[in-house]
């Protein structure tokens, strides 16, 4: 019988979490000029603006911080996350960064070059802002259905139009194509992941003509057992396996190890390729720390090692992906439009679907943030007109993305389906009384487009 999967932990500590009322969380909106990022997380209920650093520990995790030792060369410490990483990603260099964001900056200043195109399936924004800093070209090819909110039955959404990328080599030419990037799952679309075959057969044809691949593996293990549970072949496989494979098809891998990796903060630079290694050390020294440690403390290094490992069991993989699973047949119960099947990390609702009424240029999206967490005390985040709404290089007009969301993330071993089941009925309320909303007007925006969206300042169209 479905869902009838607990939770494969017990709760050993609480973090007490604190209710407001509606007309305070109105003023703390005004006060956040209507962005959730702004939003202080004590005056929030549930929290599910990102699965990002919000992971519980197990105690395996925080006894293992006991061992962690100083943050600099030839750390104990880092020999033991380097042999779990090497475990896991079945490759020979490793580089900790201090987070992911620094691991892709690093990727960016090896990989991405002035006027030169990056593919990915969906760039995440922070590498998209590296690149429009270098003055790269990210282009984002992920098959037609990854785009399409209403169409179900399709398992890998996350995948790469193979058709679409053979057509750029042949009009722009191979040397004017610097990288290839494959973000697993894909986050901007719905934490959808990308099969084994597309991994495989994106790699064959990059290896054609000389392009690196990367993968961008912030959620490696949600992605393996999609891999598992959905691709021909894979169901006798481990999860470990499985990730060595989708590795073996890359030069490099970046991760956020605050996704997968089950912990606050860290992240990770792994590759196959000595010289680029080298490099890589050269630009941790200069802006992270020693190569042994790369802006992360010993105790974190030992969470993650051990943290990489727990993720990649798969009574906590089915836990996790069926706990998604549960909050979106709930919205679905309900009527609410989401991009279906959920994928690895959270449930993202169509807000033009869901607010019909209001044009992507009034950000329906957000405005279902603003409401959500009005009424119930939910933070989640809008990934549509705001995040990844871009303008054209010359004039300067606003170009809208095809996808239009609000994400809800679901934070790793952290909620219960009780607090899941407080964000459908809040959300169920909002959808009956969807045709009193208004939209919103943009005030506000940083010089980075493609990083707007974290300090953007909103008001409510009246
Ligand atoms: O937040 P960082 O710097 O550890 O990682 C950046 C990053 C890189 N790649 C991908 C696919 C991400 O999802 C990512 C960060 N994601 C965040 C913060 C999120 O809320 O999804």
């Known amino acids: 019988m479905r869902f009838m999967t607990a939770e ?9 979490i604190r209710k407001t009322t509606k007309a305070e969380r109105t003023e703390f909106l005004k006060e956040a000029g209507y962005n959730a990022f702004r939003l202080k997380a004590n005056d929030v209920y549930v929290d599910c603006l990102t699965d990002s650093g919000t992971s519980a520990m197990s105690t395996h995790q925080w006894s ?3 061992l962690g030792d100083e943050s600099y060369a030839g750390c104990n410490s880092f020999y033991r996350l380097e042999e779990s990483v090497k475990d896991i990603f079945g490759m020979p260099y490793v580089q900790p960064t201090h987070q992911g964001r620094a ?41 037609p259905e990854g785009l399409d909110t209403t169409s179900s039955a399709i398992p890998f959404k996350g995948n790469i139009d193979i058709k679409k990328m053979q057509k750029l080599i042949d009009e722009k030419g191979a040397e004017n194509i ?31 003509y000389n392009i690196p691949v990367v993968i961008d593996s912030a ?4 992605n393996a057992y999609f891999i598992k549970t959905r691709e021909e072949g894979y169901q006798n496989k481990s999860i470990k396996e499985i990730t060595r494979e989708m590795f073996s098809y890359c030069e ?39 190569i042994t440690y790369g802006g992360m403390s010993g105790r974190d290094m030992e969470a993650l090692a051990v943290g990489l490992q727990e993720a990649c069991d798969e009574n906590y993989l089915k ?31 169509d807000g033009r679907r869901f607010f019909s009424q209001i044009p992507q240029h009034e950000f329906p999206s957000q405005r279902l943030v603003v409401a959500l967490y009005e009424e119930a005390g939910v ?65 506000y925006e940083g010089p980075i487009t493609a990083l707007r969206h974290f300090t953007a300042g909103f008001e409510l169209i009246k």
């Open 252 to 290: 490099t891998a970046t991760m956020s190890s605050k996704k997968d990796g089950l912990v606050n903060i860290g992240g990770l630079f792994v590759t196959r390729n000595e010289e680029v290694f080298q490099m890589a050390n050269q630009l941790a020294i200069v802006h992270e720390g020693f």
């Open 8 to 16: 494969p932990f017990r709760i050993k500590v609480v973090e007490p």
């Open 379 to 443: 933070r989640a985040v809008e990934l549509g007109a705001c995040a990844f709404g871009s303008k054209d290089p010359v004039t300067k007009e606003p170009i809208w993305p095809a996808l239009e969301t609000m994400r809800i993330c679901v934070s790793r071993r952290v909620y219960t389906n009780q607090h899941l089941d407080v964000i459908a009925n809040a959300l169920g309320e909002i959808y009956e009384n969807r045709k009193d909303y208004k939209g919103m007007k943009l005030v």
């Open 178 to 208: 610097s990288v290839v990037i494959i973000t697993v799952t894909c986050n901007n679309n719905g934490g959808q992941p990308v099969s084994m075959q597309n991994i495989r057969e994106v790699s064959q044809l990059a290896k054609k």
């Open 219 to 222: 959620r490696l293990a949600e």
């Open 64 to 66: 293992a911080m006991m």
């Open 319 to 349: 836990y996790r992906i069926e706990q998604v699973e549960y909050l979106g047949k709930k919205l679905k119960e309900k009527g609410i439009p989401i991009i279906e099947p959920t994928g690895g990390h959270g449930v993202y609702v």
């Open 103 to 143: 691991a892709d900056y690093i990727m960016a200043r090896i990989y991405a070059k002035p006027g030169k195109y990056a593919i990915g399936n969906m760039h995440f924004d922070t590498f998209r802002g590296n690149a429009e800093v270098l003055g790269a070209l990210a282009v984002d090819y992920v098959i």
